[in-house]
């Protein structure tokens, strides 16, 4: 491949040409990620209006009728609906309900009941379970529980195969 740069104060827009024998899969990707760079969204935080570059999106989830989008550092409520910002955003690599995804990726299904009496007990999540399970509420001996689901950056990870831009 070969790049060719021509930087001259008299052009008003940036021009991209790609020059190729076919269009193959890698070269859709890299017209899908060029676009992505002028893709802004807008979005509320504290009251304000920020204008943000789609590219730090992580992901979006809608919760009491509002649609929200996640930065690394940041959530931001949009008057856009889940299926226009999954639209505008279908070029990149983000994920939508990541309640559903941790879920659908928790691959074993287990539960972790650490016990006031400091046994610890790892039980599978499943109706067989329900009971045992219950029996330590009942007796009040449930210092804290841990599900196995993956945190979202897991999932996020196993998804596009990409580390978390720190």
Same mark, same amino acid.
């Given at each position: 491949?070969?790049?060719? +740069?021509?930087?001259?104060? *008299?052009? $008003? &827009?940036?021009?991209? =040409?790609?020059?190729?024998?076919?269009?193959?899969?890698?070269?859709?990707?890299?017209?899908?990620?060029?676009?992505?760079?002028?893709?802004? *969204?807008?979005?509320?935080?504290?009251?304000?209006?920020?204008? @943000?570059? #789609?590219? $730090? !999106?992580?992901?979006?989830?809608?919760?009491? $009728?509002?649609?929200?989008?996640? /930065?690394?550092?940041?959530?931001?409520? =949009?008057?856009?609906?889940?299926?226009?910002?999954? &639209?505008?955003?279908?070029?990149?690599?983000? *994920?939508?309900?990541?309640?559903? @995804?941790?879920?659908?990726?928790? &691959?074993?299904?287990?539960? /972790?009941? @650490?016990?006031?009496?400091?046994? =610890?007990?790892?039980?599978?999540?499943?109706? &067989?379970?329900?009971?045992?399970? #219950?029996?330590?509420? @009942?007796?009040?001996?449930? #210092?804290?529980?841990?599900?196995?689901?993956?945190?979202?950056?897991? !999932?996020? +990870? $196993?998804? /596009?195969?990409?580390?978390?831009?720190?």
């Amino acid at each position: 491949m070969k790049i060719h +740069i021509n930087e001259d104060p *008299l052009y $008003k &827009e940036t021009e991209i =040409t790609i020059n190729c024998s076919r269009l193959s899969p890698d070269i859709e990707r890299l017209i899908s990620m060029l676009r992505v760079l002028d893709l802004k *969204l807008t979005g509320k935080k504290d009251g304000q209006t920020f204008i @943000l570059d #789609a590219s $730090k !999106v992580l992901y979006i989830d809608t919760a009491d $009728k509002k649609t929200f989008f996640y /930065t690394q550092n940041d959530v931001y409520e =949009t008057s856009l609906r889940l299926y226009e910002l999954e &639209e505008q955003l279908e070029a990149m690599d983000f *994920l939508s309900a990541p309640d559903e @995804l941790c879920r659908k990726y928790n &691959e074993g299904n287990t539960i /972790t009941i @650490l016990a006031k009496d400091g046994q =610890t007990v790892r039980l599978s999540n499943s109706p &067989e379970q329900a009971e045992r399970i #219950a029996g330590f509420f @009942l007796r009040d001996n449930v #210092a804290a529980i841990h599900s196995s689901e993956p945190n979202l950056e897991n !999932v996020f +990870i $196993k998804l /596009t195969g990409k580390e978390l831009d720190r």
